[in-house]
């Protein structure tokens, strides 16, 4: 249960921060972070769950947000233990976990989103362009209320949450969405607490690398490349571009690839940036695979793919 004095606390501007910090410069209590405070506040859920996974003397605050993220997701019977950390990133860690027997498969991927590392991202304005506000588990929340709607726009700390769990919430849905149409991604299992648990490529030793991680024959090169563009045109017909589409987005474990990493995913229909976003993406792939001969002309690709899209998209209205 949040007191008045944090709630509004949320809402507030830096500017009225600041004012009641001086206000209450005697009390040390009032000098924390409301939201982080919430956060990092025990929970019920976390009883019995205590991950095999030890975090690295040198983080001290990373066992505290795997616990925050995935306790509900032991409750819920998704996992069954953290094994260990596979992947790192600015905004985000990947964990191999032991799956639940009643879901199936035996390991499953916690992505885990840790809000102080998120606010480093500056530029992400860009991607944001034409979205509704989602929450962390992809619902769309509808700003009725004018405190939720004024925290957005004035960049409070609740408005940077409010715009974290948007983020996360939209990976979700894309991944959902693409997965549905067929697209080679990971499938999403379920979402919440700044935390994504998905489908994992690799086996009880490794996880599968990233392209950029592995040497191809030339032969696979084509293979792949061809399938890395079957993806981005079924993925824009769809209503998708991923928008930071590279080798070191797409994973690669016996011969199959699956390509990460969708919050910044746009929407070509509201995104104005779309098509240079999409010649980006198409350009980086064939970058990757001239290396193994893969010849390639990005403009006249994403020309094509464009035309083809917008075709379909007049055909569709």
């Not at 990460?260 to 350009?283: G, H, M, W």
């Amino acid at each position: 249960m949040v007191d008045d004095e944090t709630y509004e606390a949320l809402f507030e501007t830096r500017a009225e921060h600041r004012q009641r910090m001086r206000r209450n410069t005697k009390s040390k209590r009032r000098q924390t972070d409301p939201v982080v405070e919430i956060a990092e506040r025990p929970d019920d859920a976390n009883v019995g769950f205590h991950p095999t996974y030890k975090a690295s003397h040198h983080d001290h605050g990373e066992m505290q947000w795997i616990l925050a993220a995935l306790s509900d997701f032991y409750a819920d019977k998704l996992i069954d233990d953290v094994l260990r950390a596979v992947r790192g990133g600015k905004e985000a860690s990947v964990y191999a976990c032991a799956a639940h027997p009643s879901t199936g498969v035996e390991w499953l991927a916690a992505k885990v989103y840790r809000p102080r590392m998120f606010r480093s991202l500056k530029n992400d304005a860009v991607y944001r362009q034409g979205r509704g506000l989602l929450d962390d588990s992809g619902k769309t929340i509808k700003a009725r209320d004018q405190r939720v709607a004024r925290a957005v726009h004035n960049g409070t700390r609740f408005g940077q949450e409010l715009r974290i769990g948007s983020w996360i919430g939209h990976e979700y849905e894309t991944l959902r969405m693409l997965c549905d149409a067929g697209a080679d991604l990971p499938r999403p299992y379920a979402c919440g607490n700044n935390a994504i648990i998905m489908e994992y490529l690799g086996d009880a030793v490794n996880a599968a690398p990233t392209l950029n991680q592995v040497a191809l024959e030339p032969a696979e090169a084509r293979t792949l490349f061809d399938q890395v563009m079957h993806n981005v045109a079924l993925m824009l017909s769809h209503h998708r571009i991923h928008a930071d589409l590279s080798a070191y987005n797409v994973l690669y474990w016996g011969g199959a690839i699956k390509i990460i990493d969708f919050p910044q995913a746009v929407d070509p229909r509201a995104n104005p940036q779309a098509r240079s976003l999409l010649a980006r993406d198409v350009e980086r792939v064939c970058q990757y695979f001239n290396r193994y001969g893969v010849r390639a002309d990005p403009v006249a690709l994403t020309r094509s793919l464009w035309a083809r899209y917008m075709r379909g998209a007049e055909v569709g209205t």
